[in-house]
């Protein structure tokens, strides 16, 4: 085995959490770990720290995610879709019951489930899809289902002609249903319940026809939100009587992302400053840091427990992530740190000033020793944004010896409203196109990077974030590897199955590529494939049903019918993104081979 086939292995099984849940009575710990296995496979630890983790299930399929976890823990809603497709199944895992998986809906390929959640006396389920089970076919809308678990029958609670792109949740007492309804504008969010019978169903929160608001039940009578507004993102709870709205906090003092009900009324805030996490807790109104004790740089509480206490993930670019309950009084035990002999590098924070003057910002690694060259890593989003965190991609391609920029590009979350909403006034492939060479320009004026061996490389935005490179920015890039990436806008808005993703498009781009064709044909990169000086890789999962494989089929016959070099790799079992272990190790492999031809050819 070669060192790099040995670096690419190590990466791939680098152990990663997901879904971390607890149970409602605070004894047990639930999560995902992918890594360890071909696909993600479900942990769980006792809270107490007693023993260390064990599988719950082994030799899937398919990545499984958790969905809900019952009070007791004893019993967990899954789901998972054939290669990554995203059309999820439901699936109920009973511990008491060894292990045993019971699918709850079908196994396919053609709809969408959204949500699972156990009804607070765990008879039932409720969750959002857009197959109508009456009808017998896919609906444009979206129904609220109540799913009976023992008798297995289906009650349809709503029915709406809007997308959805979220599950419901239960009041603590059982007597309602919150869900987020998209009726207005597109990327707007109202908050509606409903009754637990189906019954009056009505909008609780609607802050305006562009407004985003998204809640959480802090009891019975109240629900915790946080929302956009003239000044910026800001938290506070509404009634549920009368829909009355107590603003608590809001930007330049917090910058809340997501919040996590905690015990006795309290709650957690996520608050990001320039892409660094500080939790706070809310209580009786006023917030305090929680503090942090963990040993990690950033600890993200993700479930409340009753006697006060969170569980978190702790986590920083140093080691793998870890699991981590967190004391009423701050104290911190570790439940699940998996051992590993990585190196890791950890990135600086950088600041850069893009063309028009705004301050942009983002992580630089820089490896040991001689640069070979660099790679401009996109996050996908653009809603989105990186952290000092562990991305195995970036860690493989430092220890190959790249230096590796992380920008958190105009549209990025985890520096508020302002900076997330910039990306919608030029659309896609603007103004945050110019932060990214912006950055990149940077690193080169540093002296970290030489300027002849450039790449970019990204999944889903940070695909067309590529693609936009080598084409748009030929005179710097020299290599570009996109992935599951949108290629022409019109195709990836007509081709994406998500039932909201014909909306994030009219969102970002102001219209439809029929009412704004201007735009989308300006923003697209397979309309200026001439320009192509550089090299390029193009992957696929061509079970991806959210930036559809046909722009890669369009990328590929018109390169190939322009005469112009490129790679091509495709996997038929994966989705939007390379997940599977074994995948995951190949497309690592074939990067390394890939930059170093395209480095040693340098620009046409």
């Given at each position: 085995?070669?060192?790099?086939?040995?670096?690419?292995?190590k990466?791939?099984?680098?152990?990663?959490?997901?879904?971390?849940?607890?149970?409602g009575?605070?004894?047990?710990?639930?999560?995902?770990?992918?890594?360890?296995?071909?696909?993600?496979?479900?942990?769980?630890?006792?809270?107490?720290?007693?023993?260390?983790?064990?599988?719950?299930?082994?030799d899937?399929?398919?990545?499984?995610?958790?969905?809900?976890?019952?009070?007791?823990?004893?019993?967990?809603?899954?789901?998972?879709?054939p290669?990554?497709?995203?059309?999820?199944?439901?699936?109920?895992?009973d511990?008491?019951k060894?292990?045993?998986?019971?699918?709850?809906?079908?196994?396919?390929?053609?709809?969408?489930?959204?949500?699972?959640?156990?009804?607070?006396?765990?008879?039932?389920?409720?969750?959002?899809?857009?197959?109508?089970?009456?009808?017998?076919?896919?609906?444009?809308?979206?129904?609220?289902?109540?799913?009976?678990?023992?008798?297995?029958?289906?009650?349809?609670?709503?029915?709406?002609?809007?997308?959805?792109?979220?599950?419901?949740?239960?009041?603590?007492?059982?007597?309602?249903?919150?869900?987020?309804?998209?009726?207005?504008?597109?990327?707007?969010?109202?908050?509606?319940?409903?009754?637990?019978?189906?019954?009056?169903?009505?909008?609780?929160?609607?802050?305006?026809?562009?407004?985003?608001?998204?809640?959480?039940?802090?009891?019975?009578?109240?629900?915790?939100?946080?929302?956009?507004?003239?000044?910026?993102?800001?938290?506070?709870?509404?009634?549920?009587?009368d829909?009355?709205?107590?603003?608590?906090?809001?930007?330049?003092?917090?910058?809340?992302?997501?919040?996590?009900?905690?015990a006795?009324?309290?709650?957690?805030?996520?608050?990001?400053?320039?892409?660094?996490?500080?939790?706070?807790?809310?209580?009786?109104?006023?917030?305090?840091s929680?503090?942090?004790?963990?040993?990690?740089?950033?600890?993200?509480?993700?479930?409340?427990?009753?006697?006060?206490g969170?569980?978190?993930?702790?986590?920083?670019?140093?080691?793998?992530?870890?699991?981590?309950?967190?004391?009423?009084?701050?104290?911190?035990?570790?439940?699940?740190?998996?051992?590993?002999?990585?190196?890791?590098?950890?990135?600086?924070?950088?600041?850069?000033?893009?063309?028009?003057?705004?301050?942009?910002q983002?992580?630089?690694?820089?490896?040991?020793?001689p640069?070979?060259?660099?790679?401009?890593?996109?996050?996908?989003?653009?809603?989105?944004?990186?952290?000092?965190?562990?991305?195995?991609?970036?860690?493989?391609?430092?220890?190959?010896?790249?230096?590796?920029?992380?920008?958190?590009?105009?549209?990025?979350?985890?520096?508020?409203?302002?900076?997330?909403?910039?990306?919608?006034?030029?659309?896609?492939?603007g103004?945050?196109?110019?932060?990214?060479?912006?950055?990149?320009?940077?690193?080169?004026?540093?002296?970290?990077?030489?300027?002849?061996?450039?790449?970019?490389?990204?999944?889903?935005?940070?695909?067309?974030?590529?693609?936009?490179?080598?084409?748009?920015?030929?005179?710097?890039?020299?290599?570009?590897?996109?992935?599951?990436?949108?290629?022409?806008?019109?195709?990836?808005?007509?081709?994406?199955?998500?039932?909201?993703?014909?909306?994030?498009?009219?969102?970002?781009?102001?219209?439809?590529?029929?009412?704004?064709?201007?735009?989308?044909?300006?923003?697209?990169?397979?309309?200026?494939?001439?320009?192509?000086?550089?090299?390029?890789?193009?992957?696929?999962?061509?079970?991806?049903?959210?930036?559809?494989?046909?722009?890669?089929?369009?990328?590929?016959?018109?390169?190939?019918?322009?005469?112009?070099?490129?790679?091509?790799?495709?996997?038929?079992?994966?989705?939007?993104?390379?997940?599977?272990?074994?995948?995951?190790?190949?497309?690592?492999?074939?990067?390394?081979?890939?930059?170093?031809?395209?480095?040693?050819?340098?620009?046409?």
């Amino acid at each position: 085995m070669t060192p790099v086939q040995t670096l690419a292995r190590k990466w791939a099984a680098l152990p990663q959490i997901e879904t971390l849940h607890a149970s409602g009575d605070g004894a047990w710990a639930f999560w995902a770990w992918s890594g360890l296995s071909e696909v993600s496979e479900i942990w769980t630890a006792p809270m107490d720290g007693s023993s260390p983790p064990m599988p719950l299930t082994q030799d899937s399929a398919d990545h499984l995610a958790i969905r809900d976890v019952s009070h007791d823990g004893r019993r967990l809603i899954l789901a998972h879709s054939p290669d990554s497709c995203e059309h999820d199944q439901l699936l109920l895992l009973d511990r008491d019951k060894g292990n045993v998986l019971t699918p709850l809906t079908p196994l396919q390929r053609d709809h969408y489930v959204y949500g699972g959640r156990f009804s607070p006396d765990g008879r039932s389920i409720s969750y959002i899809s857009d197959y109508d089970d009456e009808a017998g076919e896919v609906i444009a809308g979206n129904l609220i289902y109540l799913h009976d678990l023992e008798t297995s029958a289906r009650k349809i609670l709503f029915r709406s002609p809007d997308p959805f792109g979220a599950g419901t949740q239960w009041s603590p007492d059982g007597q309602h249903l919150l869900w987020h309804r998209h009726r207005l504008a597109p990327g707007a969010v109202q908050i509606w319940v409903i009754g637990a019978d189906g019954t009056n169903s009505r909008e609780l929160v609607c802050l305006g026809e562009k407004a985003v608001v998204i809640g959480w039940w802090l009891d019975a009578g109240r629900i915790a939100i946080v929302a956009d507004g003239a000044e910026g993102d800001r938290v506070g709870i509404v009634t549920l009587a009368d829909g009355a709205i107590t603003w608590l906090a809001s930007e330049p003092d917090l910058r809340p992302q997501t919040l996590v009900i905690g015990a006795n009324g309290q709650f957690a805030c996520h608050s990001f400053t320039d892409a660094t996490l500080e939790t706070v807790v809310f209580t009786d109104g006023a917030y305090a840091s929680l503090p942090n004790r963990s040993g990690r740089r950033s600890l993200l509480p993700l479930a409340g427990l009753p006697d006060g206490g969170w569980l978190a993930e702790g986590y920083d670019a140093s080691a793998a992530h870890e699991v981590v309950h967190i004391g009423p009084d701050g104290t911190c035990t570790t439940l699940a740190s998996p051992p590993t002999k990585a190196q890791f590098c950890v990135p600086e924070t950088l600041d850069w000033t893009a063309p028009d003057g705004e301050r942009t910002q983002g992580w630089l690694y820089r490896p040991d020793g001689p640069v070979r060259g660099h790679i401009t890593y996109v996050h996908g989003g653009p809603t989105w944004h990186s952290e000092d965190w562990v991305n195995p991609k970036i860690q493989f391609w430092v220890a190959l010896g790249y230096s590796v920029l992380d920008p958190n590009y105009r549209g990025s979350t985890g520096r508020g409203m302002h900076w997330r909403e910039k990306v919608k006034e030029d659309g896609w492939g603007g103004r945050e196109q110019a932060d990214i060479r912006a950055g990149t320009e940077a690193v080169i004026a540093m002296g970290v990077a030489p300027a002849d061996k450039i790449a970019v490389a990204g999944n889903s935005y940070g695909g067309f974030s590529s693609w936009y490179a080598i084409t748009r920015h030929a005179d710097l890039v020299t290599a570009a590897i996109p992935m599951c990436g949108m290629y022409k806008l019109d195709i990836d808005y007509n081709a994406t199955e998500m039932p909201w993703g014909r909306a994030y498009s009219e969102e970002m781009m102001g219209g439809s590529p029929d009412e704004v064709p201007e735009r989308y044909a300006n923003a697209s990169p397979g309309n200026f494939i001439d320009q192509i000086r550089g090299h390029v890789m193009v992957v696929h999962g061509l079970a991806d049903s959210n930036v559809g494989p046909e722009n890669t089929h369009v990328a590929v016959r018109e390169l190939t019918a322009a005469g112009i070099p490129h790679e091509v790799m495709l996997f038929h079992d994966e989705g939007h993104g390379v997940t599977r272990r074994a995948n995951l190790t190949a497309y690592l492999e074939r990067t390394a081979a890939f930059l170093e031809r395209a480095f040693a050819k340098g620009r046409r």
